[in-house]
């Protein structure tokens, strides 16, 4: 069922509003995700990223068995992805916010998230410019194979896929929960006297062997049954709060709640408009505002040709989306009481100018920010983004080492 231009412009600035709410009600960011998990193996945030992807994934694949979406999202893939993905880590760690996580601290006041957006947009700009050597000398060079979704490239429909892919994601992490709660394996291995024979070394690597998967199935089983633990407590801590209604909404909320919420606005804007991002629609507007500033920016390769149809430089519905985000989180803040301007640390705004350069340059490098590639892409099972996903989670890891070497990381 198709909309009329006015219904594309209202449920644009819903699902805008929609998501700024429910991303400063949770405080929901990737570089808290992983950076607090690296850091100190704090999952409050982690949680809510996993469960927001797995229902999405389940949700979208269904959509797409069904037809009711825009198409998948496949940009070229290769080594490119990766370092794409890695720049754009190292700046959102750097900054102190990923690209969803700055929308929404802008609009709670922090001025400071203001300043890295401003710095984003000037990679925008420069990357523009740049374009047509990174096109021919990066993109052609680095990411040579054609756009992959594992949902065309299995011979199983698409809900099919996205349940399998859904089920060995909890079961990859079920292990990796089970494994850190397991008692250490105790150390031991053949004599010298059965060294020197030679009679036991078969028979001891067989047994270490069984020993090892029995180990994995025990870890899965003990995984999986901390996460239904974890999920029955979750339904109780709902149904058992006793706060007045107001309150609830006033309060922080969990960040799996805030997940699961995104993932079925997300679901409704994969329908109207596609996969959800950030930093594409952020480098529409530079050029748009470059344009309003009388820059012919319909002569700029990027702009005129792979940003906006035909040299057309107007507004999007997507556009007006990521404007609504940061007037939803301001909305939310401002009935919770946290809105206030906040000032940046003197010593800190270098991190948010080249933590903001980094993130605009990163994101058109790898094709995407973390909204596109970590959420959305991943729900899409795109090759590309597995790659840039890996590559924001390295830079993570590699600039939270770096910012907490005086103290330690505990992973």
Known sequence: MALSPVGYVAVSIAVGLSFGVLLQKARFCFVSAFRDFVAFKDTRVLKGVLVGVAVMTVFWSVQATFGYFRGFWTPAWGLGSLLGGFVFGL?????????SGTLYRAGQGYLQFWLVLLFMFVGYVLFAFAFPVAETYYFATLNPFEGRTLYLSVPFSPAITGALAVAIGLLAYAFVRGRSQLPDEPSGGAGDDDAASGTSVGADTRAQASIGRVRSLSAVSVGLRGIVDGTIAYGRGIVDDDRPLAKRLRDPWDARTAGV??????SLWFWVHGHWAITGSEARWAGYLLAGAGYDVASVDYWGSVLFRD???????????????IVGSFLAAYASGDFRIRRPKRRRVPNYVIGGLLMGVGSRLAAGCNIANLFSGVALLSVHSFLAGAGIILGVYVMTHYMYREVGCAI
């Open 91 to 99: 700046g959102m760690t750097l900054a102190g916010g990923c690209a």
């Open 261 to 266: 919420a995104m993932a079925i606005v997300a």
């Open 311 to 325: 040299g057309d430089i107007t507004l999007t519905i997507d556009m007006l989306m990521i404007a609504s985000l």
